[in-house]
């Protein structure tokens, strides 16, 4: 069964910068590589949405909110997917998660909190 690790959060100043990482293991790496990978946020009370998506080529996209600050990017030798995150504000403030971008879900992961404080 496919297992999804995020790491890299924690309690953050306004404007300042986290890197996310998220290890999918129990798969071959060729399986990681042909899957569009994304990363999604839930905050409080709130429904989980995708902040950045990145295709199997390499393309990416971008929720509004983050457009400009945020970079996604994955290393498929290490079945690693990357989230780099700057200028942060508190609207960032979300737990965090990895997952494949097509089809059906794996299993979500723990996720990572990420708390940006004012």
């Known amino acids: 069964q496919v297992q999804l690790v995020e790491s890299g959060g924690g309690l953050v100043q306004a404007g300042g910068s986290l890197r996310l990482s998220c290890v999918v293991s129990?798969?071959?790496?060729?399986?990681?590589?042909?899957?569009?990978m994304g990363w999604y946020r839930q905050a409080p009370g709130k429904q989980r949405e995708l902040v950045a998506g990145i295709t199997t080529g390499g393309t990416t996209n971008y929720a509004d909110s983050v457009k400009g600050r945020f970079t996604i990017s994955r290393d498929n030798a290490k079945n690693t997917v990357y989230l780099q995150m700057n200028s942060l504000t508190p609207e960032d403030t979300a737990v965090y998660y990895c997952?494949?971008?097509?089809?059906?879900?794996?299993?979500w992961g723990q996720g990572t909190q990420v708390t940006v404080s004012s």
């Open positions: 129990r798969v071959f790496t060729y399986i990681f590589r042909i899957n569009a």
């Open positions: 997952n494949r971008n097509s089809g059906q879900n794996w299993n």
